[in-house]
């Protein structure tokens, strides 16, 4: 019996998409596939349905990028509301405890905050897409259970105050990955003794795309109904998500071992960690790095 092809067209690219309250990720990107009749298609990195903001779209083979954009530091604007603490720890949980946070002072917050910089430890919430027994976290929310989670390290590069507004503040994230927004915003609720969920959250930046220019899904069906030649226009090329490693340009006979997985010697890799390697004519191949055993390993992202 033959392998059914996969149907759509065989793009290659990165999309920057805006994406909308609401809409879970995975929703966000089977809209987009559809929209760009794509073959193949993945996203690095869920954003709860409350949040919006920059979700990075892989077409093709630009899937193999995810790993690195996963393992990003990312940035985020987020609202929350003091004196209130929910079930999920947002505004689709229920109210499990309320007090009065007038008296909480903007210095209090900035200290708060300050206790929640650096490197940290954080319980996964409930309401994580994070599995135990095979069952994601969500579905075991649902039905009313709680497990244990273990704590994990991350690191608040900034949680700097932008604005107070009575109960409502606004705040500014820096952060690595594995970090939970909610669960940074519960912690600070808990040292400031008065409870806090979020209720707005907007993701600004992931790796090196730091308040990108951005489509919503409205903007690219507008593009669409023009032609699939606009769509195309708006897909940004792999090597834009590791622009932060220097380029190397290797000729021909380098490019020939590469191929062939013979081992190869770059002069770069003694003062960089990974660089991007490009043929003579400047086409992107893939990034190299050295291995535990110190061999120079090639990985193919084009």
């Known amino acids: 019996m033959s392998r059914r092809r996969s149907k759509g067209r065989d793009l290659n690219g990165l999309l920057l998409l805006d994406k909308s309250t609401g809409a879970s990720s ?3 990107l089977q809209k987009v596939k559809a929209i760009f009749n794509a073959k193949k ?4 990195g869920t954003l709860d349905p409350l949040a919006t903001g920059l979700l990075i779209i892989c077409f093709g083979r630009t899937t193999k990028i995810s790993n690195f954009l996963l393992n990003a530091d990312k940035q985020y604007q987020v609202t929350f509301r003091l004196g209130i603490k929910t079930s999920s720890g947002d505004t689709d949980g229920e109210i499990v405890e309320q007090c009065d946070a007038t008296s909480i002072t903007q210095k209090q917050i900035i200290q708060a905050a300050a206790k929640l910089t650096g490197d940290i430890k954080q319980t996964p919430p409930m309401v994580s897409a994070l599995k135990h027994q095979g069952k994601r976290l969500y579905e075991l929310a649902r039905k009313g259970f709680v497990v244990d989670r273990k704590p994990r390290n991350v690191k608040i590069h900034n949680f700097d105050l932008i604005d107070r ?7 500014h994230v820096t952060c690595s990955k594995g970090t939970y927004i909610r669960t940074l915003v519960e912690d600070l609720g808990e040292i400031l003794s008065c409870g806090a969920h979020v209720t707005e959250l907007r993701r600004t930046a992931l790796g090196p795309f730091i308040d990108p220019l951005m489509y919503k899904i409205d903007e690219i069906e507008q593009l669409a109904a023009k032609g699939e030649f606009k769509l195309d226009e708006i897909l940004l090329p792999v090597d834009e998500a590791i622009k932060e490693y220097p380029a190397v340009s290797v000729d021909d006979a380098i490019m020939l071992d590469i191929e062939h997985g013979r081992p190869i010697q770059l002069l770069e890799l003694s003062k960089h960690e990974k660089v991007r390697i490009y043929d003579k004519e400047m086409q992107f191949y893939g990034v190299a790095s050295i291995n535990e055993q110190g061999k120079t390993v090639v990985k193919r992202l084009n």
């Open 26 to 28: 995975n929703r966000a």
């Open 165 to 171: 507004q009575q109960d409502y503040v606004t705040m």
């Open 41 to 44: 298609a993945g996203h690095t």
